[in-house]
């Protein structure tokens, strides 16, 4: 099965470089254009099906994208950052710079948020019951620490070795199969319009 993996356009927060985690932020007038650039890759991928996190600005994403009939689950909401949740990312790595560097890395909990591996399992045990109902492109509409706490899952990627996730990018990875192949990474923040080095968290 292949994931095709798109992280929700530039919200309203990212724009301001604040923190948001599963705060419901819906998506900046830029945002809403880098998703509808992106519907003509994705209608070109043909997804068998998709699945979507349920808060606005991936609901919304994935209507720009053109997804057929998501299903909506809050097990793909992003991390919960607890009481980080609206702080500016600058004041936190100026306050707290070994704390934001080890919750990038997956090991640093904000006070009041959920840890890396619980949200880790939250997010692939409903990739692994899609995989136990063979597809053959499944698109996931959801938010960048979903993506790479997929990548970690599946192909051995560590939280501190992923940059961040591109606003309306596109990753994709074949997941193993039966016949012995791997799981390999097809594609990484892939965006129609520019690369991207430096996406917001």
């Known amino acids: 099965m292949r994931l095709l993996l798109v992280r929700h356009g530039q919200s309203e927060w990212n724009a301001s470089h604040r923190l948001q985690g599963q705060a419901d932020i819906g998506l900046s ?18 997804p068998s ?9 991936v609901r919304d994403t994935a209507t720009r994208i053109g997804a057929e009939a998501p299903r909506f689950t809050d097990r793909l909401r992003e991390i919960d950052v607890g009481d980080w949740t609206g702080r500016s990312i600058p004041d936190i790595q100026a306050r707290e710079p070994d704390a934001y560097l080890g919750w990038r890395a997956g090991t640093q909990t904000p006070p009041g948020g959920e840890n890396w591996h619980d949200f880790s ?7 692994d019951e899609e995989q136990n109902d063979r597809c053959d492109n499944l698109l996931v509409v959801c938010h960048g620490g979903v993506i790479r706490a997929i990548l970690q899952r599946f192909l051995g990627l560590q ?16 997941l193993a199969n039966d016949n012995g192949k791997p799981a390999r990474l097809e594609l990484f923040n892939y965006r129609p319009d520019r690369l991207e080095f430096e996406a917001p968290d």
């Open 159 to 174: 939280p501190a070795n992923i940059i961040p996730v591109g606003p309306a990018s596109l990753t994709a990875m074949r």
């Open 121 to 127: 399992r939250r997010v692939c045990s409903v990739i």
């Open 49 to 57: 099906r998709a699945i979507s996190s349920d808060l606005e600005r």
């Open 29 to 46: 007038e830029q945002g809403q254009i880098q998703a509808d650039m992106l519907r003509p890759v994705i209608e070109m991928l043909k």
